[in-house]
């Protein structure tokens, strides 16, 4: 009876069993050497994944100016993105630590946050340029890499960086960063602890910032993003308003000019009224509506991109903007575009 | 229940079936032609100006046939909720490619999110990935790496999880002094989902990971920004799950069609959309998104890397930012906790600013690394009122103020910011955002 039992029992165990205790399941298939090499291509700061290749500051100027620049800004100053260059001090490549961080004055940049150059050649291989990602060469990922390093004068301008010297070189903040908190494992002890105090608990409150009325109605009127039904009403920040309204948006498709526009990130470059890195809708217009080829002068800009109409500063080639939506831009770019229209 | 005394300008409840919300809308419109050129600053009660329309006791949805079934073969809400949407945080990014979208909190029940407004954060903008040529590579320090499709990962054994998931930079706005108006801005960097899929373990079983030397994995994303973050290998083999499902459906393209990791409690960087690879590792990799962004900078000027774990933390929903309470009398004060560190054991409320605090109820069932909604019962008397809530985890972490997280990690960090949020009553019943000490 108790053999019957234990067998009883066994039965029950196995079938308890997790899956992940069992044989394999067999499913998938071994990767192809050419899928490896397509996919791996992370590189770590102990040389895991570092590719042989070199790259001088000079040739990396080259691709930067025509590939990098349209965002980051001819210095690294970058208008529209964050600031790949600056915030190092010459004393921080010998102490390790960027010391102007300490300071809330000094802006937070590449140069002085980053710890590691191989990060840098890791990113850029895998996401830049961020419109045409993995469009790089080895030797052009080196190259690009040096002259950001040269620009945070980490490197001199002669540099030729290589997958030797990329490992050995160090960063200005290469030891300010640090993993001493209780953030990285479920056991450790939060850094801040509450207080579970219930009653008469300090002193009295007192209110130390406010929303401020003027900006009541920056995100759009607080009205129309809340349910109109429920137990509270919502304030119609929209009556408030003294200036003109900018709204908060949510995704739409409508196919419109704008949402073409949002949708292939023109904006981050061209404003309606104002020059940022490319020229301003407006005077796109004003220069070229009265000639005949307009239209057909600018879908072609569009499509393939250029340089010295209005600056050195080259537009991209954008790719994958369908024919049809390119009509929409440049009909609304000629018929004279105004903000919110 | 005690009205208000009127006040010029204050915003009272219109009578039942007053107006429908087209008239409204008509309304207001008039008002605001009635009141161009003049300085309109006070708040229009809403209708009252308009002579009450004829009640109607039997509606037309009453006297006639509606719609088929099938009509929309996807359903969606009700054209009424169209105030219900993601929006995007003006000025706070400068393209929507690289931006977040905010879930609207105030306007949701329960603890899961509707699929369709869950927040977003991308890096590259939203791929569009075919699942039938979609692949997950698993490598590095195994014995066998394997190439799987979706068609291999749904064969695996699967599990589905309640969890939450919230971006690190969470309440970011908030480090120093109030600048957005409503939970959308403050808090909807936050979501909750039943996800399904296949435990990360089960597919490192299978790869046979080198257990002596393996210590991490890198996650890697299809989309342009090939994105990557590394993860413990003690979290990997505990409860990341590899995700196709949420909410009953496939992942929605926002949320990284067809396929994600879900690392619960962890922040949501580390939940990689789109996910294409995996790959196992001795030690930790050092990518952008864990070496430029998402580190936390510390007043002494370092910055603290791999914070991976969201800290027990909780916010009032309603009332909240932007809402108007009408009468004196009872309201539900309701809002969400959660911890990455496991369950909600407690949450307390108070309308004093903190001085004094009693129990909420919480919603059950309570699960781990996951939203719980909690209520408790008020009577508003009409004076102003400073309302909070502070959560305790089952690891006995409580919520802390913001005070207090300044005091040690100063008001740059950025992430994390898991401080108690105050919202204040005014006497006019409106609330608003701020922050006290």
Request: hydrophobic residues 40%.
């Amino acid at each position: 009876m108790s053999r019957w039992r234990d067998l009883v029992l066994l039965v029950l165990v196995l079938e308890a069993l997790p899956a992940s205790a069992q044989s394999r399941f067999g499913f998938g298939r071994a990767p192809t050497q050419g899928e490896i090499a397509a996919w791996d291509i992370d590189v770590r700061p102990d040389g895991h994944g570092v590719r042989a290749g070199r790259g001088t500051v000079t040739h990396g100027q080259e691709i930067y100016d025509t590939r990098c620049a349209t965002c980051h800004g001819t210095f690294g100053e970058s208008n529209a993105y964050m600031v790949i260059a600056g915030g190092v001090r010459a004393e921080d490549l010998k102490s390790g630590r960027a010391a102007g961080l300490r300071s809330p004055d000094v802006m937070r940049t590449l140069g002085n946050k980053l710890n590691y150059a191989t990060t840098l050649w890791d990113y850029i291989n895998r996401a830049m340029p961020w419109t045409e990602p993995q469009s790089l060469s080895v030797d052009e990922v080196y190259a690009v890499t040096a002259y950001v390093l040269y620009l945070n004068e980490i490197v001199p301008a002669g540099f030729e960086l290589t997958n030797e010297n990329l490992l050995t070189l160090k960063m200005p903040n290469r030891d300010g960063l640090t993993r001493q908190h209780g953030m990285g494992s479920v056991a450790a002890k939060p850094d801040v602890q509450g207080s579970s105090c219930m009653h008469d608990c300090g002193p009295e409150p007192k209110i130390t910032s406010q929303m401020p009325a003027f900006a009541l109605n920056d995100h759009g009127n607080l009205r129309a993003q809340f349910r109109p039904i429920g137990p509270l009403a919502t304030i119609d920040s929209a009556q408030r308003e003294t200036r003109p309204v900018q709204g908060a948006t949510h995704a739409g498709g409508d196919g419109s000019a704008r949402e073409i526009l949002a949708r292939h990130a023109c904006m981050s470059c061209h404003g309606f009224d104002r020059a940022l890195i490319g020229p301003a809708f407006k005077d796109i217009a004003l220069r070229y509506r009265e000639r005949g080829d307009a239209a057909n002068y600018l879908m072609e800009k569009i499509r393939k991109g250029g340089a010295g109409a209005w600056g050195p500063v080259p537009m991209p080639g954008q790719t994958t903007i369908k024919e049809d939506e390119v009509i929409t831009v440049v009909q609304w770019i000629i018929s004279g575009p105004r903000d919110g229209q | 229940m005690g009205r208000l005394p009127l006040v010029r300008g204050r915003i009272v409840a219109a009578p039942e079936n007053h107006l429908t919300t087209v008239q409204i809308d008509a309304a207001r419109s008039a008002r605001r032609a009635v009141l161009a050129g003049a300085a309109a600053l006070m708040a229009a009660p809403v209708a009252r100006a308009q002579a009450p329309a004829d009640p109607e006791p039997v509606p037309p949805w009453t006297r006639g046939l509606g719609a088929p079934v099938a009509t929309n073969g996807y359903g969606g809400p009700s054209p009424f909720e169209a105030n219900v949407q993601r929006r995007q945080s003006p000025g706070l990014t400068r393209t929507g490619q690289s931006s977040v979208s905010f879930t609207p909190l105030q306007s949701l029940f329960g603890i899961v999110t509707p699929s369709g407004v869950h927040f977003e954060r991308h890096h590259s903008g939203m791929p569009e990935v075919d699942p039938a040529q979609h692949k997950l590579l698993v490598h590095g320090l195994v014995e066998r790496a394997r190439m799987f499709s979706m068609n291999d990962l749904m064969r695996f054994p699967s599990v589905s999880r309640f969890h939450f998931i919230e971006c690190g930079a969470n309440s970011g706005m908030e480090w120093s002094n109030v600048a957005v108006p409503t939970v959308q801005y403050t808090h909807g960097m936050l979501a909750c989902s039943e996800f399904t899929g296949v435990l990360l373990s089960t597919l490192l079983g299978e790869v046979g990971i080198d257990k002596q030397r393996a210590k991490y994995i890198l996650a890697e994303g299809a989309d342009g920004s090939a994105l990557t973050r590394t993860i413990p290998l003690e979290f990997a083999l505990d409860d990341v799950l590899v995700v196709y499902g949420q909410n009953g459906e496939m992942l929605r393209p926002e949320n990284g069609y067809p396929l994600r990791l879900l690392v619960p409690g962890v922040q949501g960087i580390s939940n990689v959309k789109w996910l294409r690879r995996i790959e196992v590792g001795d030690q930790p990799w050092n990518t952008r998104e864990e070496s430029l962004h998402y580190i936390d900078l510390m007043p002494d000027g370092t910055h603290r890397q791999y914070t991976w774990i969201q800290e027990v933390k909780s916010v009032i929903t309603a009332p909240s930012g932007g809402q108007v309470l009408l009468d004196r009398g009872y309201y539900e004060i309701t809002g969400l906790a959660w911890s990455g560190r496991g369950r909600i054991a407690r949450v307390d409320v108070c309308t004093d600013g903190g001085r004094n605090w009693k129990a909420a109820r919480l919603q059950q069932p309570v699960l781990t690394k996951c939203l719980t909604r909690f209520r408790a019962d008020w009577r508003w008397d009409g004076a102003p009122a400073l309302l909070q809530s502070r959560a305790v985890d089952e690891r006995g972490s409580v919520q802390p103020t913001l005070a207090q997280l300044r005091a040690v990690r100063g008001t740059r960090s950025i992430h994390h910011n898991n401080g108690i949020k105050t919202w204040r009553v005014g006497a006019d019943g409106e609330v608003s955002n701020v922050q006290v000490a």
